[in-house]
């Protein structure tokens, strides 16, 4: 059963926006906190985003803080991450990460579910 289904990647100039969307089914939208990771090659999957359901409040990592912006959208089941001001060193794939099992939000190991991905590459 798919849970989790992210679109918006692809390809982009430095210094340009994109926006990913991430629809999830309503079981897994109710998870407490959603979050985005991605994975850069040859690189471990590292946290990017998360927004706790409850009192709305995000936390960022430090090297996208100020650039990109979590939020959700409970009519739609659908959590977005608007990224702008992109980087090379942002290119990766973008995974979506539900069914948050409490503990820190920025532990993948926390999550229950994931969407396939989605590709961001940022030309210089």
């Known amino acids: 059963q798919v849970q989790l289904v992210e679109f918006g990647g692809g390809l982009v100039q430095t210094g340009g926006s994109l926006r990913l969307s991430c629809v999830a089914s309503e079981r897994t939208f109710s998870s407490s906190a959603m979050a985005w990771f991605r994975q850069a090659p040859g690189k471990e999957r590292e946290f990017v985003a998360a927004i706790v359901k409850s009192i709305g409040s995000t936390a960022y990592a430090d090297s996208v803080k100020g650039r990109f912006t979590i939020s959700r959208d409970n009519a739609k089941n659908t959590v977005f991450l608007q990224m702008n001001n992109l980087k090379p060193e942002d290119t990766a794939v973008y995974y979506c990460?539900?069914?948050?099992?409490?503990?820190?939000?920025?532990?993948?190991?926390?999550?229950?579910?994931w969407g396939q991905g989605t590709q961001v590459t940022v030309s210089s």
């Open positions: 990460a539900g069914d948050f099992l409490g503990g820190l939000v920025k532990n993948e190991n926390q999550y229950n579910a």
